[in-house]
């Protein structure tokens, strides 16, 4: 039998993360939103993809829960999104309901399910999943480390110059102003990062990590980061 993956939420984060799936074909996936045809007409869209890029899941879209059941893997992308000037943190409230609800209906049909959190605050987000779900903790998991390392390593390769593929950074703690880049243990092309950089850069690039989120969000005006998340989401999955 095909795994079954669950995406909520079909604005840009959960869609880019569904097609994404769909490329590796790695299960049968399952679109849910709260508007009425949209994840309808872009599940039927990436179905269409189907036969031109060389994947062949069953992709459905829905707004009934009940079309989710028995997802081995659910992945939370619905939310209200950062604008200009905000933190993630002033998401908490609006957001806080919304995952809620979503933890809800996701223990009523998937009830042995692995949760990806991917909705602002992450970390607060996160902790409310798991206690809402009442997962064991290793079922409930938050995709800002993977995409955190990935801006990381980004920013330094083009602070060097060099291929992405040659640098080797992670980044721990929370998504925000909590994350802990290391740059001791960030090598390039095997060369340890403090070697190739004075203090001041690098304090630059590490800055420039922590802000990451935001200055797409000030970039775009209008929304917030959405093909570096979802391509997090699918290298934890």
């Not at 939370?76 to 609800?101: E, H």
């Not at 903790?137 to 990381?152: E, K, P, T």
């Not at 200055?215 to 391509?231: M, R």
Request: aromatic share 6%; net charge neutral; proline share 5%.
């Amino acid at each position: 039998m095909r795994k079954k993956i669950t995406v909520v939420g079909a604005g840009f984060v959960g869609a880019t993360t569904t097609q994404r799936l769909a490329e590796r074909n790695y299960a049968d996936l399952v679109m849910v939103d709260i508007v009425e045809g949209l994840p309808q007409g872009k599940a039927l869209d990436l179905q269409e993809a189907g036969p031109v890029i060389g994947y062949d899941c069953k992709i459905t879209g829905t707004n009934d829960y009940a079309d989710t059941a028995n997802s081995d893997i659910v992945i939370i992308t619905s939310g209200v999104a950062r604008k200009p000037g905000m933190s993630r943190d002033d998401l908490v409230l609006t957001n806080m309901n919304i995952v809620k609800g979503v933890v809800e209906q996701v223990v009523r049909y998937s009830p042995n399910s692995i949760l990806i959190v991917v909705t602002n605050p992450l970390d607060a987000m996160c902790q409310l999943a798991y206690k809402v779900s009442g997962f064991p903790r290793q079922r409930v998991i938050g995709q800002s480390g993977v995409l955190d390392s990935a801006r990381f390593r980004t920013f330094i390769a083009m602070e060097l110059g060099v291929s992405v593929q040659n640098v080797e950074a992670y980044v721990l703690g929370g998504h925000g102003d909590t994350m802990v880049p290391l740059p001791r243990y960030t090598t390039v092309g095997g060369v340890p990062l403090p070697e190739l950089l004075p203090p001041q850069r690098i304090a630059a690039l590490v800055q420039r990590t922590r802000d990451g989120g935001a200055e797409i969000v000030n970039l775009l005006k209008t929304g917030s980061a959405f093909y570096a998340p979802s391509a997090a989401v699918v290298e934890m999955v």
